[in-house]
């Protein structure tokens, strides 16, 4: 028996520490937001219209990319949601209270996730998902998943104590500042709380107020986000495809769509020389002339004079931002204007603003604060503007802020519909796309799946 | 009275130790090296009988006062008296097995001589499968015994040489869905000039005694060994034969590239304007009239080449037997750079010693090198057919031959097609995919025979496997424009272990027993090392120091094997056998307190001519036979705990993923697949029932097999929804069944002196059936993950292929799919997205071969078609080609004018309408053959083929008479020659993704051609 007993794999470990497990939760989860949402996917809510490959199909076409839907949600479920579970699941069996942080780190990443999956296909897989248990997980509407993952992240904030273990070498993000988590929690509680909103103030406008106090994510530079490195191997996966295709620049395959373009270029935001580089005729560099715009599914390179997407955007060491303070604080001036939340909206709204534009602190298109100020100025106070136009500048500036934030971009416009974007020429369905279709192997292995939605079918949380 | 004689084969060539027995006597002899004897025979005697194996048992008369014969013997399956060899190299008259054995001899397969030796099985044994996997150098050949017992893809048969195991297992590097190539089974490394006869065992029942490994069957390979007699017998083979690629697709010529009918160099497809000459812009950058070139993927491809050389000595006494042979295949692909170089050497040697000892060895040595294998798959800048079935036809091969400029001493690509699709000459001649492959095989065995009716024998077998790869995208690639190379390497071995005892006497004067105990110890281990080193600072050099990024990852297995066997005969008045097996394993790969387990066989066959002495001059030979045999099975190494993998990579799209450390720090995951609780063995159950009859002293032989083998318990890694966090899921599942039945009909229809006509067909048809799933479950999903394309297992069915379907009219949904009406949008005129529905099922109705030999005088013409009816193939190239607008079919209704007739229009109450919605070509194909929407790029996989043709002509010996040759064989030959009949369009129908070593039967996805070859082939004998 001796002789037989040779049945446990040397390469592998049996058990581990919480620090191996969360950075494979978080570099998976951003790899895939990158290579698949971020670079691809632009054109569903106008950001940018793409060459490349099937991006341009999504919305044109019927049908969408198998690939890409099954590749993120195979990486949602069986990588970042698997191991925040075996996170959680360790850190419960341990002795109670010792591990509370690790757990509210797991819960936030894991309501990222879920917020992330329930943004792509409406009802997915939650209470009886990655409960290893089940093996045929239901799916659960869009409003039990959304108040769920909002009960799971006030949970998550509680038990942050400075007392009990938490992550810290792994943790990528903050590197196991609880105070940055505590944020980051709240932040992303409120952004849900708000989508619910969008549906049933009602239910939880009390839980805004009281988040709208704080604390919560307020300058950039407590962004939570994955910081990729300008090193190879740890590359961000966006650059990476112009780097693997293209020597690292963009040769016109990303660029400026109309709907972002001219809202940006009409407000004379300073965002404009960030997110755009000219175009690489002659005539027009140093002339600020970016050079023509692609209207909604028409990809055009005008012979490479179009406008595109800019270097500082496209970057090696782009980070992803999973809950940012840009948003946070535009959330919280609306949920004030729609009087959810008491404060000051309009401090709010400059505080957006401003963490938005200092994303690009560091970068060679760094904004001066003053010229920030000015353009904070050049907008005008909320208070000066009637409720409709106060609302609509602060959803405007939620478009612009999640610029290339493709996962929170196209998820706000589907809550606020703020800027109109008309549908893509040669579209087949007649709206925007508002969904993935559901990946066909999870259709295929999984009976609970739902009958598919027309692409353009809006979701329970819109309006 | 002595007479003296030759005995040669139909060929002219000597036979070297044919028997020859005086009848009603105990006198004999056999042949020496040149095939003569001497004998001394009896003045009464009337007859002798000859006898060599894999030949026809003859009854020679003898004349008094003749005292030379010269014997030609035919060759035969129909012999009676055949001796196979079975499972642990025991040797036994087929006469008294109870189960179906197939031999070919060394003859058959060497005729025509293939790279992989599986290949020269095709069409040639009833009841077995072999499907070449690509057209790729080295690629994969897959057999499939009786159909697929396991879900789990390993089912590929267990391949024995001289008495011991060997791999035969198909290893890729990188994915086969991104990229993989595919780098062939290792049974290729088996060398046809070196084969004297492989038996085919099919099933548990044959293999009772090899355990587990052999539930899908064995492949029982024997080797020539040096024939008796104190002279050399060297021979010489030289084979050359050219290759050419049997199908490429059927382009349209009459639309450039571009969209819409507009003219753009950026697309690389066929829906621009008709070609009329008007001035445009070509790749090149020059102003040209627009032509088309109907032969520029034709043209890509070169002419290729397989030059095979063997040289081999072979000689003994009475006591000692050599045999030594060497071979050189070097072989050049249709791929521009792509070749294969193998050289193998092979020794058998064996020595009787006085002490009534008696020892054997054998060894072979070879070695593979191969560059220029090309990736299938897709998302990898090397997968290479799409770029050359993507040529637009616009496209002069001319322009992009100068696909280098080394001037500034790095390569810089030229005429790459697109910003994003290289030069197809850059990646052919720049990022080759090297191979180099030493094996190691052999085995040794002693054998002590104390007593005439005893023997003990001791047998090692190993076979030892190094298998370096190394594949490199040169700086300026595009998709890895830094430039990468990646070594892989795997290293495999196999120690194999067995003593037995065999015992064998007369009980009675009826009854003979003959009684073997044995014991087996096998251990496999399997390591490898895999770098990839990427972003390259120095061009072209292939040192991980140059690299910025190092990505090594490391695996390793190994696991053991104990097993004991006994094995029980009894034969009774040589017509009635019983066989009694039964073996018990302990394996390292399950659970430790359930590891063991046992499994018995029993067999009987019953020659009733010879009981009921029929022989009436129509039925020559009849024999029935039945048995029926279980067999269980284990699981790989390290499935049962739940583990965390240390991580080295992440995954990004188009090959942008990230590696760990990740700014410094490590990661580790969980399983991808959950591992089982109380694992039990799997348990094959086989039951055949089958008659041997021969009419016409042989003239027409019949062998018929029904069997039925299900197999329970099932050890499998099930797909499982990805919503539980897991892909996978090792259990025990339900329960499978394999019905079917062989025919093989032997027809010699016509046998003079100076013509012999012989015919062989095989017929196989098998029904696989899921009888159960797990408690609880109605559906598996057993392999998936491929454009909504699923292999699914549902309780009474077959496997069924699901795929993605166009909307139909719900009316219409009790109907079969092919009968319900499409719908198309009533805005669009396009079809629009349906369910994911059960397109019919994967595995054939039937399959049948057709072996043809006639020999005249000395010319002997041979040639073999096969035959496969039913199951599917999807293919991706097919679907390439038309929604790229570059197949033939697209070429019609450019003008916008085109009508989907095949659909219809659903009116707002509900009433249907055939479509009148006209839509452009463009339009209809991208929809048709769209990648999420397979339904019209999986087609009934049916083919006929022209297997093989060889024709040889054996210089008679009178006129070798003045020239140092004993022999001399001059052929023709030619494979794979014509697809007579196949549904498919474009590509040839015979091809798989997935290679040997796994099920996900039916899916083609950017495979190279498969080629027809023609060659000539000259032996001499010395």
Redesign the interface.
Known sequence: ?D??????????????DA???F??IL??FS??R???LD??IGTIPQYYEPA??VIGDYAL????????M??V???I???V???S??LERTALEAEPGTRNNIIAQAKIINGLAYWQATMLWED??YTE??D?V????KFDSQESILRNIAADLATAVSLIDEGSAKIE??D?VYDGDMDLWRRAGNSLRMKILMYIANKDEGSVSGDIAALAAGPLLETADQNAQL???D?????N??W??L??????VN?T?YIASEASFNLISSLDDPRLSVYYDESEDAATVGTGDFGPVSSPGTFNGFGRTAAILSSTLIRPDRPDTYIVASETQLLKAEAILRGLASGDAQAAFEAGIRASINEYDGTDREVADSEVSAYIESLGSLDSKSDNAALLAVRQQLYIANFERLPDGWSEWRRTKVPTLQAPSGS?VSGVVRRF?Y?????????NAPS?KALDAPMWYEN | QGITGTISDGDGVPLIGASILVDGTTSGTVTDIDGNFTLEVPANTETMTISYTGFETMSVPVIVGQKVYDITMLEGSTSLDEVVVTAQGIERQKRELGYSVATISGDEVGTVRETNVVNSLQGKVSGVQISQQSGNLGGSTKILIRGVNSLSGNNNPLWVVDGVPIFDNNVTTGSQITGGFDTGNRAQDINPDDIESISVLKGANAAALYGSRAANGAIIVTTKKGGKGNRANITFNSTYRADTPLRLPDFQNEYAQGTNGRYDLDNLNGWGPRIEGQQVENLGGETVALQAYPDNVKDFYETGSTLINNLAIGGGSEKSNYRFSATALNQEGIFPGSELDRITLGLNAGQKFDQKISSSFGINLVRTTSGGRVAQGGNDPNVLVPIINGFPRNLDLNQIRNYIDESSGVGEQLNSLSETTNNPYWVALENQFNTEVDRVFGNFALTYEPLFWLSFTGRLGVDFIADNRFRSNRKGTLGRVQGDFTDDRIEQRQLDYNFLATAGNNLTDDIFVKAIVGFNYNTRVFERLQNQAVNLTVDQLFSTGNAEVNNVSNSFSERRLFGVYGDITFTFRDYLSLNLTGRNDFSSTLPLDNNSYFYPSAGLSFIFTDALKIDDGILSFGKIRTSYAEVGGDTNPYQLAFNYFPQTTAFGQFGTGTSFPFDGRLAFSGPGTIPPEALRPESVQSFEIGTELQFFNGRFGLDFTYYNVTTEDQILAVPIPESTGFSFQRLNVGETSNKGFEITLNLTPIKTEAFTYNSLITFTRNRFVVEALSPGTDRLVINSGFNSLQIVAEPGESFGLYANTFQRVEADSSLALADQRVLVSSETGLRSAGDNERIGDVFPDFIAGWTNNMTFKGVNLRFTFDYRQGGLLFSNTVADLRSSGLAAETAIGRDGSFIDRGAFIEEADGTVRPNDIPVTAQAFWQNYSDGGITEYSIFDASFIKLREIALNYTIPSSVLSKVPFQTITLGVEARNLAILYSEIPHIDPETNLFGSASDGAGIEFNSPPTTRTFGVNLRLGF
């Open positions: 028996d002789q037989l007993d040779i049945n446990e794999n040397p390469l592998a470990a049996t058990q581990v620090n191996l497990l950075p494979e570099v998976n790899n895939i990158e290579s698949e670079a691809r490349f490959g076409g019927l049908r969408s990319n198998t690939f890409l099954g590749n949600w195979s990486n479920y069986t990588n949601l698997k191991n579970g075996l997915v897989p998902a990655v290893f089940t093996q045929l997980p070498s792994g990528l910081s990729y490195l090193a190879p191997g740890n590359y996966p966006y990476n495809i780097n693997n295709f293209a020597n690292g040769p395959w087949q279709f990946p066909p192997d999870e259709v295929g292995a999984n009976t598919p």
